[in-house]
């Protein structure tokens, strides 16, 4: 049984459903390297799993585009499993999620069941406020069968993330832990965790220095803990 952390904060929260694409990012193949996750809010983002291609991509694959799907569902996922609630964190994560899958069903030919033909193409260009027309190409029949294969795609793909967020629920913890700790972790520190090593401290990071004695600068303490007399 998945043990639960009871939410503390919202950046307790953050801490606990961010990490969970990285993971699935990392133990997934065709998918890019992370190369950090951090809790300090980008632009209208609480939070970042930044991933960098290795080499310039001109065209995706399917299992690229499942793994990304896969990834979107990592911070849902984490809040049901590990705090036990729903946010609405995770509505633009569903949004791509949903358009990536119905992309592969409707203009990327990826399903076996409709094959390799568009379904609904763009026309006309913005004009006065009003956004792009789509024009649909398919009889209502077909649009059911769209929609049960976008269907089925999402609830694989959240299959897929669920199972390796529960099994490595302690890699969880682990990456959460250190991001309330340096709010930032980098490939190399998630490499450590994902070994089962305890992170590498940040390259910048100095540890905190102790506090002097009570008895100030330089004075002796003694075996009592006052202040020794002078010789």
Not at 194 to 201: V, Y
């Amino acid at each position: 049984m998945v043990r639960r952390i009871d939410p503390i904060d919202e950046e307790g929260d953050l801490a606990r459903t961010i990490p969970p694409r990285a993971l699935v990012a990392t133990m997934l193949p065709k998918t890019d390297p992370v190369h950090k996750v951090t809790i300090i809010p980008r632009g209208r983002a609480l939070g970042v799993t930044v991933s960098l291609p290795e080499k310039d991509r001109y065209s995706y694959n399917r299992e690229y585009m499942l793994a990304q799907i896969s990834m979107l569902f990592g911070g849902r996922i984490a809040e049901e499993v590990f705090m036990g609630q729903m946010t609405t964190g995770a509505s633009n994560d569903f949004e791509r999620a949903t358009q990536l899958a119905r992309d592969m069903v409707t203009r990327y030919g990826m399903s076996e069941a409709l094959g390799p033909m568009v379904y609904a193409e763009n026309e006309g260009e913005v004009f006065l406020g009003r956004s792009i027309t789509k024009t649909t190409t398919m009889s209502e029949a077909t649009m059911l069968k769209v929609d049960a294969e976008v269907r089925r795609i999402i609830d694989e793909q959240y299959a897929v993330a669920r199972k390796l967020i529960e099994d490595n629920a302690d890699k969880m913890h682990a990456m959460a832990k250190a991001l309330l700790e340096w709010e930032t972790i980098d490939g190399e520190q998630l490499d450590d965790i994902m070994a089962g090593k305890p992170p590498r401290p940040p390259k910048d990071w100095t540890p905190p220095t102790s506090k002097p004695s009570s008895g100030g600068p330089g004075t002796t303490v003694g075996p009592d803990g006052a202040p020794a007399a002078a010789a």
